[in-house]
């Protein structure tokens, strides 16, 4: 059963697991479970994805109840009225804060704007030997994406040579093949965290947060990053 983490009339937000599409893609046919589905048959009501979530990342996925709500909630993503913050865990030590301003290709070629801004949360170094190096360095990093590319954060991160951890294809194969060896490790640490916006309807200002899910917190606790 999905989490239901905020729900009023007009809205719905569940606590998404890792692995689960939001709905069918003909890039994923393996899949049999759907977040659009599984929702519609937990509430026994239609539901409208007012935004997207990779497959492969985990938190905050928002739902309208109804085609009139979508119509007005949708939009705010693009025109960016909507904050969302992310955490991660990255190989290295990246940098107290920053802003990455770095265009991504669609499917279809074209370049568009694509521009995270992302701050350091904890570094920590662990002894295990990694390449040349005598210990592994990662840091926990909370990010906002001002733009809404697919697999922007991933490939952001990618970009300024701070993978996360245990994502294929941008991330570090070799550092990969490390948490899965020694930790059994394979879940992407990426986790929607937030979402902050003025409803579209009540005009209240709303917060949706949720919660990590197990391995992020193994991770976490391994790492002695406080959650």
Not at 79 to 101: F, P, S
Not at 131 to 151: D, F, I, N, Q
Not at 152 to 162: E, G, L, N, S, V
């Amino acid at each position: 059963m999905l989490e239901i983490v905020y729900r009023d009339e007009y809205l719905i937000a569940i606590n998404k697991p890792a692995g689960l599409l939001v709905h069918r893609s003909p890039i994923a046919m393996d899949a049999e479970q759907f977040a659009v589905q599984e929702l519609r048959n937990q509430i026994d009501q239609h539901v409208f994805p007012a935004h997207r979530l990779d497959r492969k990342t985990s938190g905050v996925l928002l739902f309208s109840l109804d085609e009139q709500t979508h119509k007005i909630t949708q939009p705010l993503f693009a025109e960016k009225v909507i904050t969302k913050k992310y955490l991660a865990i990255v190989r290295g030590y990246i940098d107290d804060q920053g802003t990455i301003d770095y265009p991504l290709h669609r499917d279809d070629g074209k370049l568009q704007d694509a521009v995270s801004h992302y701050q350091c949360v904890q570094r920590c170094e662990l002894p295990v030997p990694f390449g040349k190096h005598a210990t592994s360095r990662y840091s926990l990093v909370e990010v906002t994406p001002e733009t809404g590319r697919m697999h922007q954060i991933r490939k952001h991160m990618a970009h300024i040579f701070h993978p996360i951890i245990a994502d294929r294809p941008h991330g570090c194969n070799k550092q990969n093949r490390l948490f899965m060896e020694k930790w059994n490790m394979t879940q992407m640490m990426l986790h929607a965290k937030s979402l902050e916006f003025t409803h579209p309807v009540s005009k209240e200002e709303i917060k949706i947060e949720a919660d990590l899910p197990s391995e992020f917190l193994r991770m976490m606790k391994l790492m002695h990053f406080s959650s």
